[in-house]
Nanobody, 124 residues
Framework: QLQLVESGGGLVQAGGSLRLSCAAS????????LAWFRQGPGKELEFVAG????????YYSASVKGRFTISRDNAKTTVYLQMNSLKPEDTALYYCATRASRLVVTAARSFDYWGQGTQVTVSL
């Protein structure tokens, strides 16, 4: 059974950076796709970034494109979300999630396994 564990969240000032990690336990990320989602206070769950484990394509929401970078290690044990130029509106609980299909989609309901989330808080 695949389990996902997020880490790396914290409190930073606007303009700062954080790197989130999503580690697989039970098995490695052998196939499919992984995406980061976030849910801010009083907001709906939203897609942030995603990648396929079978190609080099990455995908980003318009709100984070150019600031965030999703990547994976060669062993497919960890996926990262490098978050630069953070803004207060980036404050949210960040989740990583996976699906069996290699096609990255933005709908949370399409993802089968979810981590517990890691909190990112960006202050002014």
């Amino acid at each position: 059974q695949l389990q996902l564990v997020e880490s790396g969240g914290g409190l930073v000032q606007a303009g700062g950076s954080l790197r989130l990690s999503c580690a697989a336990s039970g098995r490695t990320f052998s196939s499919g796709a992984l995406a980061w989602f976030r849910q801010g206070p009083g907001k709906e769950l939203e897609f942030v970034a995603g990648l396929s484990f079978e190609d080099t394509n990455t995908y980003y929401s318009a709100s984070v494109k150019g600031r965030f970078t999703i990547s994976r290690d060669n062993a497919k044990t960890t996926v990262y979300l490098q978050m630069n130029s953070l803004k207060p509106e980036d404050t949210a609980l960040y989740y990583c999630a996976t699906r069996a299909s290699r096609l990255v989609v933005t709908a949370a309901r399409s993802f089968d396994y979810w981590g517990q989330g890691t909190q990112v808080t960006v202050s002014l």
